[in-house]
C-alpha cells in the first residue's frame, strides 16, 4: 500500500493549490480518504475526507467553503482544491486511507498514511 501526495509548496495570501493523493494497493471501494495537516508545534487534525463507496464528504469548520474534496477513481487519486487560502493553513498535509468517512465526524480508522507535503502560506 501506497499513498503519495503532491502539489503542496509556497504560496500567498488569498492563493490556491490542489494537492493530490495517489494511492496504490487500496481500493476506493473498500476505504475512504482523508486528509489531515500538521503545522509547527500542533497537533494533527482532521482537514477533509471522501468516500467513494458511500458518497459521503466532510470538511472541518475551518475550511468549508474554501477547500474542495474530489475523488477520481479512475486514476486512484483524491484531490484536494484549496482556495483562499491564508497563512493559518500553512502546515505538512497528508492523506490516509481510512476505514470510514462520516458526515458529521469525519474520518477514522486510518489504516495507511502518506509522507506529507508541505504547504506554506505568506502574507
Known amino acids: 500500500v501506497q499513498l503519495v501526495e503532491s502539489g503542496g509548496g509556497l504560496v500567498q495570501a488569498g492563493g490556491s493549490l490542489r494537492l493530490s493523493c495517489a494511492a496504490s494497493?487500496?481500493?476506493?471501494?473498500?476505504?475512504?480518504i482523508g486528509w489531515f495537516r500538521q503545522a509547527p508545534g500542533k497537533e494533527r487534525e482532521a482537514v477533509s475526507c471522501?468516500?467513494?463507496?458511500?458518497?459521503?464528504?466532510w470538511y472541518v469548520h475551518s475550511v468549508k467553503g474554501r477547500f474542495t474534496i474530489a475523488s477520481d477513481n479512475a486514476k486512484n487519486t483524491v484531490y484536494l482544491q484549496m482556495n483562499s487560502l491564508n497563512p493559518e493553513d500553512t502546515a505538512t498535509y497528508s492523506c490516509?486511507?481510512?476505514?470510514?468517512?462520516?458526515?458529521?465526524?469525519?474520518?477514522?480508522?486510518?489504516?495507511?498514511w502518506g509522507k506529507g507535503t508541505p504547504v506554506t502560506v505568506s502574507s
Open positions: 490516509a486511507a481510512a476505514e470510514m468517512c462520516g458526515a458529521k465526524g469525519g474520518p477514522y480508522g486510518m489504516d495507511y
Open positions: 494497493g487500496v481500493s476506493f471501494d473498500d476505504y475512504a
Open positions: 471522501v468516500s467513494s463507496h458511500t458518497g459521503v464528504s
